[in-house]
């Protein structure tokens, strides 16, 4: 069988050739073998069957280069096939042609019009069989042949589909491929512009408050020296001076320190670390949040974690959308659960028109508290401010 430049059918294209050429050559065989048993020339037919192998040969041919000859090719090698029923001495197996020629309309040809082709093959024959060897001797060829043709082309038609659709997958799967290869440069791009955005606050951090005190300090040394000449009873005040600017200093350095090589959640607990974070959105913000502890602090590094970041990117939402610079974090530690919730008197905004689209803060705060078995409300109103509440319950070991 000729072959298709297309990607259907080719895992099984060989074993497919072999059985279109398989029925050619017993057609011919039998032939050659039925004239030299009966004393007929089959000359006629030979030719018919050298012009119908012709045109199998370059249906690949006209398939690549000249598409629109398909189907008048294919409709001659059925004419030949046709013509060979009614040659003489009349042999039925003529037919077999058929059966080969269903594969080739079902590889070659779209599947929406293959079965059209199909069904003329079938009405075909059973005006042929029935014309040649009359109504009745015809009816017990007919059913086999147009068995054989839709059996082969209904098959050849299913793994047709099933070869289109492993290669709608496999090209599925390459753009997956380019996609997450886009996304890890975008990914990586951004952790570029995050390293760059972070050492330019930090460089803002060292000017606006390190360096200063420091050219403070030198100011100070400077005018100890000088006062130890013309005022020496000024000298203790200005070295108590220089001494507070040092421990300033030292404190400004190690928050600098801390940012960089920050401890987890789990090693200083979660109170102490919405302090340590709350004085450094007091002094990079300047966002006065007030902290409200109730209860024992308990649970485990995923619980203290998943609140933790929730409070974050709560204030965080303060900061850029509330139009406030005040909060209220209250944490409550109970006997079967962690209640965290964040308040702000901001502008607030309508839920009904966040419904559909929430932040990427939004989601992630509640995918982090409902991953644990937590329930997380987002409360607001135009003129009332947000308020932000997750629990999360504490498992038995967590609670002893």
Not at 103 to 113: A, Q, W
Not at 272 to 277: A, G, P, T, V
Request: hydrophobic share 45%; charged share 20%; proline share 4%.
């Amino acid at each position: 069988m000729p072959q298709a430049d297309d990607s259907a059918g080719a895992h099984l294209r060989p074993v497919l050739d072999v059985f279109y050429y398989l029925v050619f050559a017993a057609v011919a065989v039998r032939l050659a073998v039925q004239a030299a048993t009966q004393g007929f020339q089959p000359l006629a037919q030979f030719a018919l069957l050298a012009v119908f192998l012709l045109l199998s040969l370059l249906q690949p041919v006209v398939y690549r280069r000249l598409p629109a000859l398909l189907q008048p090719c294919l409709a001659l090698a059925a004419a030949i096939t046709t013509g060979l029923l009614f040659t003489k001495p009349r042999l039925d197996y003529y037919a077999l042609l058929y059966v080969a020629l269903s594969l080739s309309v079902t590889r070659y040809l779209t599947l929406r019009s293959s079965p059209y082709w199909l069904g003329g093959f079938c009405l075909v024959l059973t005006a042929a069989l029935s014309l040649v060897f009359g109504l009745v001797e015809g009816l017990s060829y007919i059913p086999v042949y147009i068995a054989g043709v839709l059996v082969i082309g209904l098959y050849g038609r299913a793994n047709r589909k099933a070869e289109e659709a492993r290669a709608r997958s496999e090209e599925l799967a390459a753009r997956l491929q380019e996609v997450n290869r886009r996304l890890k440069v975008y990914a990586e791009r951004a952790e570029e512009v995050a390293t760059a955005q972070e050492r330019s606050r930090l460089a803002r951090e060292l000017h606006d408050a390190v360096t200063q005190t420091v050219f403070s300090m030198n100011l100070t040394a400077e005018a100890a020296r000088l006062a130890c000449e013309a005022t020496p009873q000024k000298v203790p005040n200005m070295l108590d001076r220089l001494q507070e600017l040092g421990r300033d200093a030292l404190a400004e350095m190690r928050s600098l320190v801390d940012e960089l090589r920050p401890r987890t959640v789990a090693e200083i607990g979660l109170v102490r670390s919405l302090q340590k974070h709350l004085a450094m959105r007091r002094r990079r913000d300047e966002l006065a949040v007030q902290l409200q502890v109730s209860g024992e602090e308990q649970g485990g590094e995923a619980v203290k974690e998943a609140l933790f970041r929730t409070a974050q990117e709560a204030l965080n939402n303060v900061q850029r959308h509330s139009g406030v610079k005040q909060a209220a974090v209250e944490l409550s530690f109970g006997d079967a659960e962690v209640s965290l919730r964040v308040r702000d008197a901001g502008q607030g905004f309508t839920l009904a028109t966040a419904a559909g689209g929430e932040s990427f803060g939004l989601i992630n705060m509640r995918e982090r508290v409902e991953a644990l078995g937590g329930s997380f409300r987002l409360v607001s109103a135009p003129g009332a401010g947000t308020t932000v509440e997750a629990s999360v319950p504490l498992r038995r070991g967590e609670r002893e």
